[in-house]
């Protein structure tokens, strides 16, 4: 069954996109902000396109994700451009948009070939091939509509007034992540996470650390 539509939802057919190539829309080099990683650095690599359209008043934050642009790559240029960043860096994020959109075994098999440790960072709409490291599911969505059930860390943006969530997702860290508005995060965002990290202690609080670091 394929994930509700909701009014907005971009169509997934890329029919411009060969077999083996990858529609990318940056890849830098960085520090994981958030999350149980958090303070790691990081090869980012940002695919294009997203089947959600996040709104302030359906998930309490809007999308500040510039995902529309991209280019195609194939995996050898993706890894001598990984290589180029950081020789000594053997860490990958999979980010976007929605990168379950496009990531396929062979582009993990390949990166792993290569020595690197993969995560990926998904709303979990849609299930991810085998052979990453480390799963991070942050459902933007009904908990019916996630096809991702088992993460490593599963995390939830709250704003004020939003309720402890209910996840369908099995995984070992629950993480709660008080909304931004641009690079400044409301105080009544961040207290309103903790209120409830407080009254529920299995999760943890996770802010965005990389808009605060004023790095990627
Ligand atoms: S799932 Fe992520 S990338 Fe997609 S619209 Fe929501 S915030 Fe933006």
């Known amino acids: 069954m394929k994930p509700e539509a909701r009014p907005g939802d971009l169509k997934l057919v890329d029919s411009t996109r060969a077999l ?17 990683r958090a303070g790691t650095a990081n090869i980012f690599i940002r695919f294009s396109d997203c089947n959600l359209r996040c709104k302030k008043e359906r998930e309490g934050f809007d999308c ?3 995902f529309v642009s991209g280019e195609l790559w194939d995996v050898q240029r993706l890894l001598s451009y990984c290589e180029s960043l950081s020789p000594s860096c053997r860490s990958v994020i999979f980010t976007g948009g929605e990168p379950a959109l ?15 440790f993969l995560a990926v960072e998904t709303n979990g709409t ?16 009904a908990e019916h509509c996630l096809r991702q059930k088992t993460a490593h860390e599963v995390k939830y943006v709250r ?3 939003m309720g ?7 995984a070992d860290y629950y993480l ?25 202690p299995k999760w943890r609080l ?11």
């Open 20 to 36: 083996g190539t990858y529609r990318i829309n940056e890849v830098f080099y960085s520090l994981q902000g958030e999350g149980m």
């Open 64 to 66: 500040d994700t510039e």
């Open 102 to 116: 496009q990531l396929d075994e062979e582009l993990i098999r390949r990166f792993k070939l290569a020595g690197y």
């Open 126 to 141: 849609k299930e991810l091939p085998a052979g990453l490291d480390w799963i991070c599911v942050s459902p933007k969505t």
């Open 159 to 161: 704003a004020a007034g």
């Open 164 to 170: 402890i969530p209910k996840p369908q997702v099995q």
């Open 176 to 200: 709660l992540s008080p909304a931004f508005e641009g690079d400044f995060v409301p105080k009544e965002n961040l207290d309103c996470c903790i209120q409830l990290v407080k009254e529920n």
């Open 206 to 216: 996770s802010v965005q650390q990389h808009k605060i670091w004023c790095v990627r």
